[in-house]
């Protein structure tokens, strides 16, 4: 066989496998969420739905408030992402542009904070907020949250903030901006991809999250759709198809967030302030 | 009213002492530039002015209040920046309302100050426009309009021309001047470049490594350097420098190379205290030439030429004087149709009425009472 590919074909192979990677799964679960449940179990398997049906997603509504648990996770993540973002971009600010001593020290300190397995916070956290009388409340997932997602959120920001020229700042305090005024008023948005880049890194670790979500919260209104999924199976069943309904309900969202933002996350806003 | 005043300023990053101890008083509506070679301190110099870097000790007040502890947005003083730092999500209009706007200017004030800016900088058309969208030039003169809106105090310039090329530079040097004239703030205005701050000057602070030399008017500077360093910085080409000795009662400078010149004799009573000293001898290139007339002070020396630059309206000529092996080489301005050769001999005009002489340790100028 003849491997002598173009530079160009081996682009478009190598972007063929990742987009079938990362959308098999996907378009799996959409299919399986059409189809009855019988007609998932029969063989031979059939891959388009014979018979569409929407029934999965009423069931999915009425068999679990997972309305409910779509406003918890909503709350709980975009809370969480705020809270996340607001602070590390003061922290991302505070590395790039104060002359901090030590700085970069605390970079890989952060870097190797955001490496640690979770499972090893869990018990403390779960003592921390019985004693703070947080569990089954939305704050008992918001603040770990917010906390995990900080370090990789600050590396992310730092290193947009790097990109943009300090003497931006400095123009701006002299025009009659405080340090955190120009901070907001021009920093943060000329790294308008950079925070949003971190705001989604931490929504979609929120969204996804299960241990601390099973954990905290173990009254059935209080859970998140990561974990109210799992209401559907039955002791002996597993209803695959109105699993699959749910799981696509907790894409939408998702995929509107990125939908809405993936033009802001686009770069290149910063050309031009400077000579260049 | 607004006057900015330096009382021993300093300046340390940790351990390095980058500004040492530094006294000015400009007054106000006067044009002072800052100058010195790339890291003397300059910018940091103006940056404590503008309130961007900390002060170290000693105080600093403009129009008559200090201003040490104050943020730079309450300092009233506006800012131009090297890269122009113009806000790149901004339109031209935003970006010199900017300013404006955070103060809560009525909006009908904002659209005057802006609209009058434009017109003196004739950028006018340019509103729409994002700064990525303009030319150098263009980019300049928003970042100088934004300035001007403002009315401040004083306007501080850190190297503002250094990005354009030749031409669009001087072009932009004469709009600065108009600028002072038309507005009469006091400006205080950073260049490594000697002819920006002899052209716009009313006075010149001259830096070295952290220290002020001379202070002083661009007649001043040029003709009465402070120090060597000063005399070194200023003209194109800079000053001739010679080791020499004085001699005979301070009647006569024994010049490296066997060349001995004579003193003139208003300064013979200042050299008479310096008898026997090691100093340096300098002699700027216009005061070296061929010889015309017969002057007190004019004193003729063989010499060779080792090299010529014709510049058009003016000749350099390298010169070797007298015969010595290591004879001193000076640079002299000469007329294009001297029609100097390499390797001619000649004649040489040497006009010891502007002579200087520096003290070979400390740099610093030898000079007496008018002088
Ligand atoms: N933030 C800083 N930290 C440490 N040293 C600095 C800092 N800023 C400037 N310097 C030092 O101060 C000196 C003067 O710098 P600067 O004022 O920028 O010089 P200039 O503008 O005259 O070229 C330089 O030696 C520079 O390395
Ligand atoms: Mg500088």
Same mark, same amino acid.
């Given at each position: 066989m003849n491997f002598n590919f173009s530079r160009r074909t081996t682009v478009w192979l190598a972007a063929i496998i990742v987009m079938v990677n990362g959308f098999f799964p996907a378009v799996w679960i959409l299919l399986t969420s059409l189809k009855t449940e019988t007609e998932l179990i029969r063989s031979p398997i059939t891959y388009l739905p014979e018979a569409a049906t929407l029934e999965n997603y009423m069931t999915a509504f009425t068999a679990q408030p997972i309305g409910r648990f779509l406003l918890n996770s909503v709350v709980v993540a975009g809370l969480s992402t705020a809270l996340c973002v607001l602070i590390s971009a003061l922290a991302a600010y505070a590395l790039t542009r104060?002359?901090? /001593?030590h700085r970069n020290l605390i970079m890989s300190l952060l870097l190797a904070i955001s490496m640690f397995p979770l499972i090893s916070l869990m018990v403390p956290l779960f003592k921390v907020m019985r004693e703070l009388g !947080? !569990?089954?409340?939305y704050l008992a997932l918001i603040l770990p949250y917010a906390v995990l997602s900080l370090p990789v959120c600050t590396l992310v920001m730092a290193s947009f903030f790097?990109?943009? /020229?300090p003497d931006l700042e400095a123009a701006a305090m002299v025009d009659g901006c405080s340090r955190v005024g120009a901070l907001f008023k021009v920093v943060v948005p000329l790294a308008a991809p950079g925070v949003f880049t971190a705001g989604i890194l931490a929504f979609v670790n929120a969204w996804d999250e299960f241990l601390l979500a099973l954990t905290m919260m173990n009254r059935v209104n209080m859970r998140t759709l990561s974990v109210g999924i799992t209401l559907y199976q039955g002791e002996f069943a597993f209803p695959w198809p109105l699993i699959s309904a749910a799981l696509i309900i907790a894409l939408v969202p998702i995929c509107i967030i990125i939908a809405v933002f993936q033009e802001r996350v686009v770069g290149g806003l910063t050309a031009g302030g400077v000579k260049g | 009213m607004s006057e900015v005043t330096l009382n021993h300023v300093a300046k340390s990053f940790g351990p390095v002492n980058v500004i040492k101890g530094i006294d000015l008083q400009i007054k106000s509506g006067e044009f002072v530039v800052f100058v010195g070679p790339s890291g003397c301190g300059k910018s940091t110099l103006l940056r404590m002015i503008a309130g961007l870097e900390s002060i170290t000790s000693g105080k600093i007040s403009i129009g008559g209040t200090i201003v040490n502890d104050l943020p730079p947005r309450l300092r009233d003083i506006a800012m131009v920046f090297q890269d122009y730092a113009l806000y790149p999500h901004k339109s031209v209009f935003e970006n010199m309302a900017f300013g404006l706007r955070l103060r809560k200017l009525p909006e009908h004030e904002i659209q005057t100050r802006v609209n009058n800016a434009a017109g003196i900088l004739q950028i006018n058309h340019l509103f729409e426009r994002k700064p990525r969208e303009l030319s150098g030039g263009q980019r300049q003169r928003v970042a100088m309009g934004r300035a001007i809106v403002r009315q401040p105090k004083a306007f501080l310039f850190d190297e503002p021309l250094s990005n354009l090329d030749a031409l669009l530079r001087s072009e932009m040097r004469v709009e600065i001047k108009k600028l002072h004239h038309r507005l009469g703030n006091t400006i205080i205005y950073v260049t490594h470049d000697q002819v920006e701050a002899m052209t716009l000057a009313d006075r010149i602070v001259v830096l070295q490594e952290g220290n002020l030399v001379q202070y002083d008017t661009p007649d001043g500077i040029y003709n009465r350097p402070a120090a060597k360093f000063v005399a070194g910085f200023t003209g194109s080409p800079p000053m001739n420098f010679a080791p020499c000795r004085i001699g005979e009662g301070g009647r006569v400078l024994h010049v490296a190379g066997g060349v001995d010149l004579p003193v003139p004799a208003r300064c013979v009573d200042e050299c008479a205290r310096h008898i026997g000293r090691e100093v340096i001898f300098g002699l700027r290139p216009e005061h070296i030439g061929v010889p015309t007339v017969d002057a007190p002070g004019i004193e003729r020396i063989d010499g060779s030429v080792l090299l010529v630059e014709p510049l058009g309206a003016e000749t350099l000529g390298l010169i070797k004087l007298g015969k010595h092996d290591k004879a001193a080489e000076v640079t002299g301005r000469f007329e294009p149709d001297a029609r100097l050769q390499v390797g001619q001999n000649l004649p040489i005009a040497l006009d010891l009425n502007h002579f200087h002489l520096f003290d070979c340790k400390t740099g610093l100028a030898i000079r007496g009472n008018g002088w």
């Open positions: 104060l002359r901090m /001593p !947080l !569990l089954n409340t790097q990109d943009i /020229p | -």
